[in-house]
């Protein structure tokens, strides 16, 4: 871990309240799923940083972050103009594991995007080839960030719920038609992230098929490194957590493996 501070480069505008920040830093590596803590260094409206997954990353010169503008902390890293400093502090918390069998089925719904530029690009670089990566959203409008990908980096299923571009319905009957038409490896592992109720549904029917489903949280946090409490969620008493009944996202996660976890 490590804290800096940095400058903005750049901030693109995608659309939709979604933004792609460019900063440029003396930035260490990362593991994909794992996140960092922004702030402005003046003029922040708000007490606390805010918690972002690692977009993409090249150590020692940039790393950028997918920000959506929902309150006054991101709505200010949004608008923020070329050269401004930012209070930097990362990488934290754990990221996707590697796999032992067959690649997993990344499933994004929404900004839970973030972490698979990192992960398309980190497997590109080991096996060649790209990840299958479900992405799900309302409408086609909402599917952002997708530009941002290096060619050949992953293979693309979409879903939109009003239909307006690839499959008609949420992420999940995405997933299970394509394993019904076989597009997908039935033994493979899933990683995902996204919204806490989409989350839960993947993680519940890849528990029904008895299938490794690994999650990232997008819990709030409030100070990154375990001081706080403030990012504690609830945990079966078994495995690496025997005896416990909370831990602490930012330092346990925030990538879980779903079973892990009381949904």
Not at 167 to 195: I, M, Q, S, T
Not at 199 to 214: H, I, N, P, S, Y
Request: hydrophobic fraction near 40%.
């Amino acid at each position: 871990m490590q804290a800096l501070s940095c400058r903005i480069q750049r901030v693109e505008d995608l659309g939709f309240d979604n933004h792609v920040l460019h900063l440029e830093g003396d930035f260490e590596s990362a593991l994909p799923g794992q996140f960092c803590m922004l702030s402005l260094k003046r003029g922040w409206p708000v007490l606390l940083p805010r918690p972002f997954s690692y977009f993409d990353l090249e150590p020692g010169e940039r790393a950028t972050i997918l920000v959506k503008a929902i309150g006054p902390g991101t709505r200010a890293l949004a608008e923020a103009l070329p050269g401004t400093e930012l209070l930097f502090t990362g990488p934290l918390g754990a990221g996707f594991p590697e796999p032992t069998g067959p690649e997993p089925v990344c499933i994004a719904g929404g900004v839970g995007l973030a972490p698979f530029l990192l992960w398309a690009a980190h497997r590109l670089s080991k096996t060649g080839s790209g990840i299958p990566l479900l992405y799900g959203g309302a409408s086609r409008d909402l599917l952002v960030g997708r530009e941002q990908f290096p060619k050949g980096a992953q293979r693309w299923f979409l879903s939109t719920d009003d239909g307006s571009e690839g499959f008609h319905g949420n992420v999940l009957e995405l997933y299970k038609d394509l394993l019904a038409r076989g597009d997908v490896d039935p033994l493979a592992p899933v990683h995902c992230c996204g919204p806490d109720p989409m989350m839960k549904a993947v993680a519940l029917f890849c528990a029904e098929q008895g299938r490794d489903c690994f999650v990232s949280l997008e819990t709030y946090m409030a100070c990154g490194y375990g001081v706080c409490n403030g990012c504690s969620v609830e945990v079966k008493s078994q495995g690496r957590f025997e005896g416990k009944k909370y831990v602490k996202t930012c330092t346990e996660g925030p990538v879980f493996h779903a079973q892990e976890l009381h949904w």
